[in-house]
């Protein structure tokens, strides 16, 4: 056997067993939304995949763990370093991080789990701190570290980056969130919360920039995308 051939083989194998994890983390999914986190068992995940327990345990190592693949295939579309910050007027940055953010934590999917962790809350807290990690906190941190640049610049005036990241997301869509996870209040189209988040973001940065004298407030504009 020649090395093409060999090299080959090993990638169709890692391909092979890729196509599996994935196809294991849907069926988890399936059973962690219908019965709950806790509730589910490797057994039950094993039966409705149609593989044995050796087989499920050489794709993950436990049931958290499976549920933190989940969490990160969730989240592949959360590329927050896609953002482009350089030269870019800061309210088109913040719109920008903001939706991005925002349309992620209210997705159906998201949503979903987020109920499915709050049911789940009395058995523990580490389910909120996988879907906090692997949800909200790279965007969070994202919004920190521009907000962090934007003040050593001396573009905005701002004393606490981590707080001021939380104040302006809870501004800009905290009670729509909310409204969602318990399933009450109107539903929002994307261009109503597209449109929330511009006159938050319009309303924090009239607040929160370096004001020379004489400075214009900041007009209040919708990023497009």
């Not at 990690?133 to 994202?142: H, Y």
Request: with cysteine; proline share 3%.
């Amino acid at each position: 056997m020649n090395i093409v051939t060999r090299v080959c083989r090993r990638r169709d194998t890692a391909d092979a067993a890729r196509q599996r994890r994935d196809a294991l983390i849907e069926t988890a999914e399936r059973i962690f939304l219908r019965k709950g986190y806790h509730a589910t068992t490797m057994d039950d995940i094993a039966a409705e995949a149609g593989m044995s327990k050796r087989t499920l345990y050489q794709l993950v190592e436990s049931k958290e763990d499976l549920f933190t693949a989940l969490l990160e295939r969730r989240r592949r579309p959360l590329d927050v370093s896609g953002i482009e910050t350089a030269g870019r007027p800061v309210a088109d940055v913040l719109n920008d991080m903001i939706r991005l953010w925002a349309h992620h934590v209210m997705s159906p999917s998201i949503i979903a789990l987020a109920r499915l962790i709050m049911a789940e809350y009395m058995h523990g807290r580490t389910l909120s701190r996988l879907l906090d990690r692997e949800g909200a906190k790279p965007c969070r941190d994202a919004l920190r570290d521009y907000f962090a640049a934007c003040n050593a610049r001396g573009d905005l005036a701002i004393d606490d980056p981590e707080e001021t990241a939380h104040m302006l997301y809870g501004m800009a869509i905290g009670n729509i969130h909310i409204e969602m996870l318990l399933g009450i209040g109107k539903t929002r189209t994307r261009a109503e919360i597209d449109a929330r988040i511009a006159r938050a973001v319009t309303l924090f940065l009239n607040g929160a920039r370096a004001v020379g004298e004489g400075a214009a407030p900041v007009r209040e504009t919708l990023a497009q995308g």
